[in-house]
């Protein structure tokens, strides 16, 4: 089989040497430019025909990348690649995964069916799993997830004294409790209560055995970052000088620095966004990964 290439939307070009170098691919380059009406032109700057295509893409502001992601997919199979693959360290739409009122559209499987009709198989990082057991059940071609609990674990060990590793909502609890056994640390998960998008309180549990710890946050995903600040002040009003937060995916969609005013807060992220707040490499993980899903026997597509 001819050696794999793997390409690299813009913006994603800091993880594509160590996938490449694992898997022992090609880099290859995309001619992008957009035109004033808003349409997307696309190149090939590399010879595909008869070769596995990886497209690298991280999908934070999905609406900006899907479109030429999906033109680049379907290039890529018009110009002969053997098969067309996709690693997206953040995996978008996954938030809407049931109809809560009449007349909603339930965009996380009309996303699984856009990007299982364009892609032979995908590898992401720790996909927001709410009420979907896993990704086979909306996707119907091979996914790998990629867990970032070890390396984040590895990242407290390394920088955290006497941790106590703490969920900001019950949803956390897969995350943080997978953390704290990897290290032996104990951990609790807080009640949260939305009412916005940006309006956000939370309660806590008995802290009083964890009085002399250093809580660490740790969730999936930080957007507004308003459930981190709520998290944060409920822990420093009950006696907890500092705290340090981590989140897998940063989306944060302002500065962070500007979230917590002048409280001592560190805030940390693994690089599956490009983000000044990364601090945890997955790079290998997912290079490991990847490599595993191309030795893998590719099984017949499932209709969608």
Known sequence: MNPPILIPLPGNEHLAAGIAGAIDAEIGMLEMHQFPDGETYLRFACDVAGRPVILLCTLARPNELVMPLLLAADAARDLGASEVALVAPYLAYMRQDRRFRSGEAVSSRT??????????????VDPHLHRYASLDTIYSIRSRVVQAAPSIARWIEANVTDPVIVGPDIESEQWVSGVARLIGAPHF??????????RVSVTLPDIEPFAHRRPVIVDDIGSSGQTLVAAALALNGAGFETSCCIVVHALFDCKVEDLFDDRSVEIVS???????????????DLSKAVEEMCLGTQPARKPV
């Open 111 to 124: 996303f699984a069916r856009l990007l299982s009709n364009a892609f032979d198989w995908f590898v992401t």
């Open 189 to 198: 998960v807080l009640t949260k209560s939305r009412t916005g998008d940006r």
């Open 270 to 284: 693994t690089d599956t966004v490009a983000h000044a707040t990364n601090a945890i490499a997955l790079g290998g």
